[in-house]
């Protein structure tokens, strides 16, 4: 027997749901490849199912690793390792055969516009990492499209990841399921691996029943192989890699070679009082207000906005050279301290039904509770901090951590595009840039021109936040890609 079959038929005897030979050939040799290395106790294929979304999440509550809060329809309260918060830029990396192919080498110091890693050191990295590290765990296989299943924009991806929490994140985050198989066929897709780097049995006891390994975190892109590999951290932008691992990082890689653009954009559309509506895209960082504008409540007479998208969005050129956007993800990984009733009205009635929450405080009543929520716990109601301890306001620290999230489905904004999954994308009128600044700067100006608009995005800076392990009030840079077309004069009032 080829060695290639003895190692399908070795990993099939392992698989607890879902049928390897109905998957490619390319599929099935992903798969086979990193069982043999993970080494994890059994295989399960995603179908991306109501019923096999239920089992998951039963599963977490059961081993503590969620909890259900029951003020809200199908809500859940994840808390992590507090080692294990945030993107770790200093641990994101790019492998690729020569540094100036990907990141700047700087003069001196780290270069600010990303990490290279050498093919030869990355090899070494993974070797040290990955073999035993899903043994006693279960390896998810998940089929998801970035986009609409099917959309000539969209793209499609497999992860395989040894954490429950990273299925159900996806599940929401992105078009997941056994659709994403039949539409893959035997087309090319982008390999994603993640691990929690923690196989059992433990070596040593958890911290709210989070499974991470921080000294050993990496997460690395490998455009050349069309690879995302990452491990140790089970965090949002680490582990849920359809996310600015794909969307962004490999994606401007394919972007590049096939002419087209993955922005870290916002899109909405606004119509005016007459009823001509047109659609933006606005480029500002994590954690510096997408959400909030994208979900925005006019207070001016007459005017509507309508979300696309609050944090992704890929843009390609017509054939009548008219520039189109879509919304390349399927829910919203927000920040949650910030958001109330008073900033974001459309996104508290977004997350009150099937959302994933990190990090947030709890109420005695089965509630949320974070920071800028504008609205007190009724009286008798204590709280319970993201650290999962009694909290008051003389804690001297936060209730919920600066970053901590909620996972909710798109489609129930209650101000949703009606065009937000349209297959051609919609027509981008304009582009804002923008960013978090504590001084120093208008808070809101117009270009003269689209040659001073370009200097002026290529000159932004942003004030660091807890998106990423930054700490302190230092100004990072925004790269902006410039996007030559014709910017209509447009001003807000």
Same mark, same amino acid.
């Given at each position: 027997?080829?060695?290639?079959?003895?190692?399908?038929?070795?990993?099939?005897?392992?698989?607890?749901?879902?049928?390897?030979?109905?998957?490619?050939?390319?599929?099935?040799?992903?798969?086979?490849? &990193?069982?043999?290395?993970?080494?994890?106790?059994?295989?399960?294929?995603?179908?991306?199912?109501?019923?096999?979304?239920?089992? @998951?999440?039963?599963?977490?509550?059961?081993?503590?690793?969620?909890?259900?809060?029951?003020? &809200?329809?199908?809500?859940?309260? #994840?808390?992590?390792?507090?080692?294990? *918060?945030?993107?770790?830029? /200093?641990?994101?990396?790019?492998?690729?055969?020569?540094?100036?192919?990907?990141?700047?080498?700087?003069?001196?110091?780290?270069?600010?516009?990303?990490? =290279?890693?050498?093919?030869?050191?990355?090899?070494?990295?993974?070797?040290?990492?990955?073999?035993?590290?899903?043994?006693?765990?279960?390896?998810?296989?998940?089929?998801?499209?970035?986009?609409?299943?099917?959309?000539?924009?969209?793209?499609?991806?497999?992860?395989?990841?040894?954490?429950?929490? *990273? *299925?159900?994140?996806?599940?929401?985050?992105?078009?997941?399921?056994?659709?994403?198989?039949?539409?893959?066929?035997?087309?090319?897709?982008?390999?994603?691996?993640?691990?929690?780097?923690?196989? @059992?049995? @433990?070596?040593?006891?958890?911290?709210?029943?989070?499974?991470?390994?921080?000294?050993?975190?990496?997460? #690395?892109?490998?455009?050349?192989?069309?690879?995302?590999?990452?491990?140790? /951290?089970? &965090?949002?932008?680490?582990?849920?890699?359809?996310?600015?691992?794909?969307?962004?990082?490999?994606?401007?890689?394919?972007?590049?070679?096939?002419?087209?653009?993955?922005?870290?954009?916002?899109?909405?559309?606004?119509?005016?009082?007459?009823?001509?509506?047109? &659609?933006?895209?606005?480029?500002?960082?994590?954690?510096?207000?997408?959400?909030?504008?994208?979900?925005?409540?006019?207070?001016?007479?007459? =005017?509507?906005?309508?979300?696309?998208?609050?944090?992704?969005?890929?843009?390609?050129?017509?054939?009548?050279?008219?520039?189109?956007?879509?919304?390349?993800?399927?829910?919203?990984?927000?920040?949650?301290?910030?958001?109330?009733?008073?900033?974001?009205?459309?996104?508290?009635?977004?997350?009150?039904?099937?959302?994933?929450?990190?990090?947030?405080?709890?109420?005695?009543?089965?509630?949320?509770?974070?920071?800028?929520?504008?609205?007190?716990?009724?009286?008798?109601?204590?709280?319970?901090?993201?650290?999962?301890?009694? =909290?008051?306001?003389?804690?001297?620290?936060?209730?919920?951590?600066?970053?901590?999230?909620?996972?909710?489905?798109?489609?129930?904004?209650?101000?949703?595009?009606?065009? =937000?999954?349209?297959?051609?994308?919609?027509?981008?009128?304009?582009?804002?840039?923008?960013?978090?600044?504590?001084?120093?700067?208008?808070?809101?100006?117009?270009?003269?021109?689209?040659?001073?608009?370009?200097?002026?995005?290529?000159?932004?800076?942003?004030?660091?936040?807890?998106?990423?392990?930054?700490?302190?009030?230092?100004?990072?840079?925004?790269?902006?890609?410039?996007?030559?077309?014709?910017?209509?004069?447009?001003?807000?009032?």
């Amino acid at each position: 027997m080829p060695a290639q079959q003895k190692a399908e038929l070795e990993v099939s005897g392992i698989v607890s749901q879902g049928n390897l030979k109905s998957l490619s050939a390319d599929v099935i040799d992903f798969i086979v490849t &990193y069982a043999r290395i993970c080494l994890p106790e059994n295989i399960h294929i995603c179908d991306g199912s109501e019923e096999e979304n239920k089992k @998951l999440l039963h599963q977490m509550e059961e081993i503590g690793m969620i909890k259900r809060l029951h003020k &809200y329809d199908n809500c859940w309260l #994840a808390r992590t390792d507090p080692r294990d *918060v945030a993107r770790i830029e /200093s641990k994101t990396i790019i492998v690729t055969q020569e540094q100036r192919d990907t990141v700047p080498v700087a003069k001196s110091g780290v270069s600010q516009l990303g990490r =290279w890693m050498s093919e030869d050191d990355f090899e070494k990295a993974f070797k040290s990492r990955f073999p035993g590290c899903m043994r006693g765990r279960t390896m998810y296989v998940i089929p998801f499209s970035m986009g609409p299943i099917g959309s000539p924009l969209s793209k499609i991806g497999i992860q395989l990841t040894d954490s429950p929490y *990273v *299925v159900a994140s996806m599940r929401i985050m992105t078009r997941m399921g056994t659709a994403v198989f039949e539409a893959l066929g035997k087309g090319e897709f982008v390999k994603c691996l993640h691990s929690v780097g923690c196989p @059992l049995p @433990l070596r040593e006891p958890l911290v709210n029943n989070w499974p991470c390994n921080p000294e050993l975190t990496l997460i #690395a892109h490998i455009p050349d192989r069309r690879e995302i590999i990452s491990f140790g /951290s089970g &965090y949002g932008g680490n582990s849920l890699l359809g996310k600015k691992c794909f969307a962004l990082r490999i994606a401007s890689r394919i972007a590049k070679e096939e002419g087209w653009l993955a922005e870290h954009m916002l899109i909405l559309g606004i119509t005016n009082p007459e009823g001509k509506k047109k &659609y933006f895209a606005a480029a500002f960082p994590s954690a510096c207000g997408k959400t909030n504008l994208a979900m925005m409540r006019p207070s001016l007479p007459g =005017w509507k906005i309508e979300c696309v998208g609050d944090d992704i969005a890929w843009m390609k050129f017509d054939e009548q050279g008219n520039l189109r956007a879509i919304n390349p993800e399927n829910g919203f990984f927000g920040v949650a301290p910030g958001t109330s009733v008073k900033t974001n009205p459309n996104a508290m009635e977004t997350i009150s039904k099937n959302t994933i929450f990190t990090n947030v405080a709890e109420t005695s009543d089965g509630g949320v509770y974070w920071e800028g929520m504008d609205e007190s716990p009724a009286p008798g109601i204590t709280l319970t901090s993201w650290k999962n301890k009694e =909290w008051t306001q003389e804690f001297g620290e936060p209730a919920a951590h600066p970053n901590s999230r909620f996972c909710t489905p798109a489609s129930q904004c209650p101000i949703i595009d009606p065009k =937000w999954e349209s297959s051609e994308g919609v027509p981008i009128e304009g582009i804002i840039f923008g960013g978090r600044r504590p001084a120093g700067v208008p808070l809101v100006y117009e270009a003269l021109s689209w040659q001073h608009g370009v200097f002026v995005g290529s000159a932004m800076r942003s004030e660091a936040t807890a998106a990423a392990e930054h700490k302190g009030r230092s100004l990072q840079i925004i790269l902006i890609i410039s996007v030559h077309f014709h910017l209509q004069s447009f001003i807000v009032n």
